[in-house]
């Protein structure tokens, strides 16, 4: 290779150098900047009005002072709020569900960020005097909840292992409002619903005349057969103690509500979603005590890295505490990335000098020994060389010794050629 080469000057080794560096520099960018979090993300809830779309709103009210748009996609319930999230068309990256309708093995592409809270089954029939077994709604006109939700897939569960089925009762397909209004009216026998204890038609429905509360006096039994399932008291008296409603302490069956997102949801969201879970969720209430929930549990579905990473920390990360999300979301990303950066260019940077000093060093002695050459030449006049011929030669020689530059260390080895160079030119005008 020439010495004219432009990779040899200190120029050439400058542009390597800043053409590396600035690669890294602009893989780092779009590494950076490519994955920040969307400002839009959709959730599916429940029919409007019910619990999970009431919370929903809280989700979306603390996300938005965050800068994120949560929008809220009303859905039938959990089996339908599943099927959006597994589907990866759907646009849904965020949802509520209730334990035991789905495995991780069913549903490989989902994550839970934890349990947020007990939707108690309740069991509303007419009548002044509770029911102790779903056995003897057989013949009624039963609301189990529309197609597509929750509380219709458990009832359906539980009613077949009470020899239940559709030709032994009526079964309707009435969400929690509209089968609370039936209930009042007469025109059903008995609503089952899952809901929270502040849902309206639960607050109406348990202090109404003529409407009684089915408890379950084997609610030990069913959680044996179903682990996913809780059971809960409520107290007598809790719903109107001026009228001792209910009448006596009533055992419920309860399952927990998670918090379900696609694997692909970017980490932030995950914490912005932890954070606002902990604002709505750990407040005490009548089936749980203060900070009991959001809970780091798996029912279903496996937590993911960030909710177990927030559950161990108790909060999110630093920078996320501190500044406003999309900027603590760039910091925490350009923190990330500043340790492997370092660990690249330092090691680099260090390199590159000492690669161009031995560049250097090497055309140092090329030149020593052209120059060495043409001395010979105008020693014995080997070939016939003319003085002017020479002459050329090592003004060459010359300019290319000019054109290097020496590290400190090899500038006296450059000054001792340049001083040959002269010598050389010295005899050669003698002659």
Do not use: C
């Amino acid at each position: 290779m020439s010495d004219h080469n432009f990779f040899r000057t200190r120029r050439g080794w400058l542009v390597i150098g800043v053409v590396a560096v600035a690669a890294l520099v602009g893989a780092a960018l779009w590494w950076v900047f490519g994955s920040l979090p969307p400002s839009t993300v959709v959730m599916t809830t429940g029919a409007e009005g019910s619990a999970y779309f009431e919370v929903g709103q809280r989700y979306r009210e603390i996300l938005g002072r965050e800068g994120i748009d949560l929008q809220l996609l009303p859905s039938n319930g959990d089996v339908e709020n599943l099927a959006r999230l597994r589907d990866p068309k759907s646009g849904v990256g965020i949802g509520f569900a209730q334990g035991g309708l789905t495995s991780e093995k069913e549903s490989p592409q989902l994550l839970s960020l934890g349990t947020l809270f007990l939707q108690p089954l309740w069991i509303f029939h007419r009548g002044e005097r509770p029911a102790d077994r779903l056995a003897v709604l057989r013949g009624r006109r039963i609301s189990i909840g529309p197609e597509g939700s929750g509380t219709r897939a458990l009832s359906l569960e539980l009613l077949a292992r009470n020899g239940m089925d559709a030709r032994s009762a009526e079964l309707l397909s009435l969400t929690p409002k509209p089968a609370g209004e039936s209930l009042l009216k007469g025109e059903i026998d008995a609503a089952i619903m899952l809901t929270g204890w502040d849902s309206p038609v639960v607050e109406q429905l348990i202090v109404a005349d003529g409407i009684a509360l089915a408890g379950f006096p084997r609610a030990d039994a069913y959680v044996a057969l179903y682990p996913f399932l809780t059971k809960i008291m409520l107290p007598t008296g809790v719903a109107d103690l001026a009228k001792n409603r209910p009448p006596n302490d009533v055992a419920l069956l309860a399952v927990k509500a998670s918090l379900v997102v696609r694997r692909d949801l970017h980490p932030a969201i995950q914490y912005a979603l932890l954070n606002a879970a902990t604002q709505i969720h750990s407040q005490p209430g009548i089936f749980q005590k203060a900070g009991e929930f959001p809970a780091a549990e798996s029912i279903d579905l496996p937590l993911s890295d960030e909710a177990r990473q927030f559950y161990k920390s108790g909060r999110r990360p630093f920078f996320q505490r501190h500044f406003p999300f999309r900027l603590a979301v760039l910091l925490d990303r350009l923190v990330v990335l500043l340790i492997p950066l370092v660990g690249i260019l330092y090691p680099l940077l260090r390199v590159l000098p000492g690669l161009y000093a031995w560049s250097a060093r090497q055309r140092i002695f090329r030149l020593y020994g052209e120059l060495s050459f043409l001395e010979d030449q105008l020693e014995g006049r080997r070939g016939g060389t003319s003085l002017a011929d020479l002459s050329e030669r090592l003004k060459q020689v010359e300019d290319r010794t000019g054109r290097i530059w020496a590290p400190m260390p090899l500038s006296p080895m450059l000054f001792t050629l340049k001083d040959h160079i002269a010598a050389m030119r010295r005899r050669l005008e003698g002659r």
